[in-house]
């Protein structure tokens, strides 16, 4: 059971790396395995929506945290076993790639060794001080014990095999049994998984998020911080049926978007079963995750940028009206338009979104007039990002505050720039 989400909230997220930025993705990264590269990706693009699912996956990542577990493969032998398997995939699609007697004997090789490794960690490596993976871990256990297997344990690994037995291992492992090959690699990156980000959890200190059961309502995060920053500012924020809709207002500069990227960020990884960068998140298992920070226009069909906010809010009510629980951010919602249409959307949507109890909705926006009607909803919590001057010279302090800003230090920002004096003189002082 997988969590709702798409491109949109993936992009503004940043989950993964584009042009010269890294993503999220990166940070989690520490695998050992192409293959369990690939299943990361997998796992963050498909994040959980079952709270059995997010336990155990937590529980299984906690557990070789806590035994500072390292990856028990060796890399390179990895390399060579899935060069090798990789022959009779391209003997499969039709690519005429036949290995010599050298890659057959180094894959054999480096297969048995792996095939070995991999019985002696299912009975003596930390993955036996890992109840929730014991399933598992005789399943594959189960798997390496077939009888069509024992001549490979039969067989020492570092031993020189005859021309004979390579010949002989090679059916039997690249073609024979394939499928059963294939199930202990996509194992090994499982475990790739697991322990990469164990490890990441450790060395970053992480914590593990607490899951409720779907219906509960409760976000509540202590200490969250965007996991990019080099210093970053931590906040607290609780959300619950009484103040399931958050009304954040700030100048520019005062740290709104970065905030809401760094909220919204941990309760998606929280949904991966994944740690996150807080001192503590206790949250309730959604079934959708959708956030609207970056909407770019859609040129292609004609689409103004209003139009796109448009667009988004009805693709949010639609699922809203099909029932589901959300965890929705929006970030200076309908910027696309007038300052009246964009007032008066913000209100009415936002009192919509108030009626709707089961779900979580965090708004930004510069249009600090619409707080006083949205006052009227006693679910609606309002917090802002201060600015201090300092003189003449705004600062910042990242912090969230309850209430509604009343900064207005825009035309400050402006007259310290010299724009008026160098339109008026073509000089600035």
Do not use: C
């Amino acid at each position: 059971m997988f969590l709702l989400t798409d491109e949109q909230t993936i992009e503004d997220l940043r989950l993964f790396a584009k042009r010269e930025r890294n993503g999220i993705y990166d940070i989690y990264n520490n695998t050992s395995t192409r293959g369990g590269e690939m299943m990361l990706e997998k796992m963050f693009r498909n994040p959980l929506a079952s709270l059995d699912a997010i336990n155990k996956r937590a529980g299984i990542i906690a557990s070789f945290a806590k035994q500072l577990t390292q990856f028990p493969f060796d890399s390179s032998t990895l390399d060579s076993v899935e060069k090798y398997l990789a022959y009779s995939d391209n003997e499969n699609s039709g690519q005429k790639w036949t290995p010599g007697e050298k890659e057959i004997n180094a894959g054999v090789t480096a297969l048995i060794e792996l095939l070995h490794a991999v019985r002696n960690f299912l009975a003596n490596g930390a993955i036996v001080q890992v109840p929730m993976m014991e399933e598992e871990r005789k399943k594959i256990l189960q798997l390496l014990l077939d009888p069509a297997l024992e001549p490979v344990f039969n067989e020492k690994p570092g031993n020189k095999i005859s021309f004979g037995a390579v010949t002989a291992f090679d059916i039997l492992m690249r073609v024979k049994e394939k499928d059963k090959i294939m199930a202990v690699l996509n194992f090994i990156y499982l475990l790739d998984v697991y322990i990469s980000v164990a490890q990441v959890a450790n060395k970053r200190g992480f914590v593990f998020p607490v899951a409720h059961p779907r219906g509960s309502n409760v976000l509540k995060v202590q200490g969250v911080y965007h996991p990019e920053l080099k210093h970053p500012v931590a906040n607290d924020l609780t959300m619950h049926a009484n103040k399931s809709v958050v009304f954040l207002t700030g100048a520019n500069m005062a740290g709104k978007s970065t905030f809401l990227r760094a909220f919204s960020t941990a309760v998606y990884v929280a949904h991966m079963g994944f740690p996150v960068a807080a001192k503590s998140l206790d949250f309730s298992v959604m079934d959708g995750v959708l956030t609207t920070i970056n909407l770019p226009d859609n040129l292609g069909v004609g689409a103004s940028h209003f139009y796109a906010e448009v667009l988004r809010v009805k693709k949010v009510a639609s699922e809203l009206g099909a029932g589901k629980s959300l965890f929705v951010l929006f970030d200076e919602l309908f910027r696309g338009t007038n300052v009246k249409d964009a007032h008066e959307g913000t209100v009415a949507v936002t009192k919509a979104f108030a009626g709707k109890k089961d779900s979580l909705f965090l708004i930004s926006s510069h249009i600090v007039e619409a707080g006083d009607e949205l006052k009227q909803k006693p679910n609606i919590g309002f917090h802002y990002l201060p600015t201090r001057m300092n003189g003449t010279v705004p600062e910042y302090t990242y912090t969230l505050e309850e209430g509604i800003t009343d900064d207005r230090h825009g035309m400050i920002i402006i007259r310290n720039e010299g724009i008026l004096e160098s339109l008026a003189t073509g000089k600035k002082k």
